[in-house]
């Protein structure tokens, strides 16, 4: 763009786009006709922002009823960033219109409110031979079912009590020596009340008779009234602390409600901090090799953090939450935000006024404007697409609606305050330095 822009400024861009050729005949051709014609002349909005949005913005009172603002805008979007909730509920991936929502709103008010079963992996059984071992593994099994949602003993299919069971039908049976025994075994698998526990059980053939043959197996137990995701959660991770502290018999969850989207719940949070924290520091390092200023990149980072801050905490009051949909819009708003004030920052560190309210009034005479158009044919964009029904476009209209406000808000009144503030100091650009020594 560099490159290009001072091609275009010597007239030899044609050169190397012959299509150009034409305008600067063009532009030649109208300059012979007028003299006089200046192509900077302002225009009545630009003239408006010189005369006076610019003088008013910097008058004391309004910098005061300004600054009153500012902290009230920072206190309501830190009590909505506070108080977003996690919410990754299938349904807020299907449009409001599909069919597929009424499944999903009988499956949390129904199934999962009724009974959830999931199936617990034992991938290192314990020897059930041994007293000491088969109590501690009984243990775990008894926490499992005594969980506030749990619904107990009577809903756990567990095949090692019906065997046991089925042993002491056996006067001649001992635990420590025929637990293992082949014949016993078949003869409990290929009966027909428990065939269903033969898919739950692998057994080794080739270990010797009588030996533990079991290398894995599975139980499962039920639980009711689960009927919301926050519910869900607190239950899955009480399950994984229990099984937390059996680790010898390694034992893993599976078969249950989507155990990766609570999973993404509890992860979604710190991960979208940290993906906005990068993307707010590499804003920040690029801007400094359009910044020479450090001032001003000060700036326009602060601004940037305010911008993001306010999109995150109002999209928390107008219903939205953090999800992976809002987390990718508010990703994107960082981007959007930076050109409001970066056009300010820049503009302001090449302005050749002396005073900081004659830089701020002369950037606004040159920016303002053009910022004004690009947030409103930006929010004019919008206007069609709230009419589709799906929360994905609700929450990308919310996104862009606030960040093109609160941007322009920052770009047209708190930024030029700010600076105006923090800049005190009559000093003269670096191009005008250059320029002298030349």
């Known amino acids: 763009m560099v ?7 010597e007239g030899s861009l044609a050169a190397y786009f012959p299509w150009c050729s034409c305008w600067t005949k063009l532009i030649n051709k109208v300059k012979s006709k007028d003299e006089n014609f200046d192509y900077r002349e302002p225009t009545l909005m630009h003239r408006l922002f010189r005369k006076y949005w610019g003088p008013f913005i910097l008058r004391s009172d309004v910098k005061a009823i300004s ?3 500012f902290v009230i805008y920072l206190a309501v979007s830190f009590y909505g960033c506070i108080h977003m909730k996690v919410d990754i509920s299938p349904h807020k991936y299907i449009r409001d219109t599909s069919p597929i929502q009424t499944f999903v709103y009988l499956a949390d008010k129904y199934i999962w409110a009724d009974n959830v079963m999931p199936t617990f992996h034992v991938m290192n059984p314990p020897d059930f031979r041994n007293t000491t071992q088969r109590n ?7 926490r499992l079912e005594g969980t506030h949602y749990s619904i107990g003993r009577v809903s756990t ?18 635990y420590e020596h025929d637990f293992y025994k082949r014949k016993y075994m078949r003869n409990f698998f290929n009966q027909f009340d428990y065939q269903q526990f033969r898919a739950m059980v692998k057994i080794n053939d080739t270990v010797p008779e009588g030996e533990p043959c079991i290398n894995s197996f599975t139980f499962q137990t039920s639980f009711y009234a689960l009927n919301s995701w926050d ?3 607190a239950e899955l991770f009480h399950w994984r602390r229990i099984l937390k502290e059996y680790p010898e018999f390694d034992v893993f969850l599976a078969g249950i409600f989507s155990p990766f989207l609570i999973d993404q719940r509890r992860t979604i949070a710190p991960s979208s901090m940290q993906s906005i924290g990068a993307a707010i520091a590499f804003m920040a390092v690029v801007s400094t090799f359009f910044l020479p200023d450090k001032l001003s990149v000060f700036i326009m980072s602060f601004s940037l953090i305010s911008i993001s801050t306010g999109v995150c905490g109002f999209l928390a009051h107008l219903g ?3 999800d992976s949909v809002s987390m990718g819009c508010i990703v994107m708003a960082i981007g959007l935000a930076v050109d409001f004030s970066i056009h300010i920052c820049y503009k302001y560190h090449c302005s050749s006024e002396k005073t900081p309210d004659e830089k701020v009034i002369e950037t606004l005479s040159i920016v303002g404007f053009p910022i004004l158009q690009a947030g409103g044919s930006t929010l004019w964009s919008m206007t069609l697409l709230p009419l589709i029904p799906a929360y994905l476009i ?13 941007g322009m808000l ?17 000093r003269t650009p670096r191009r005008m330095l250059h320029l002298r020594s030349d």
Request: aromatic share 18%; no cysteine.
């Open 231 to 233: 519910k869900r959660q």
């Open 410 to 426: 920052h770009a047209l009144l708190w930024l030029p305050q700010f600076i105006s503030a923090l800049d005190p100091i009559n």
């Open 3 to 9: 490159y290009g822009g001072r091609k275009e400024t």
């Open 394 to 406: 609700r929450v990308f209209v919310q996104t862009v609606v606030l960040v093109n406000i609160f």
């Open 67 to 69: 600054g009153t603002l």
């Open 320 to 322: 939205s939450d953090l």
């Open 136 to 142: 501690k593994f009984n243990e775990m099994v008894f």
């Open 157 to 174: 299919n567990f095949w090692l009590w019906e065997y046991q069971s089925f042993l002491n039908d056996f006067s001649e049976v001992e």
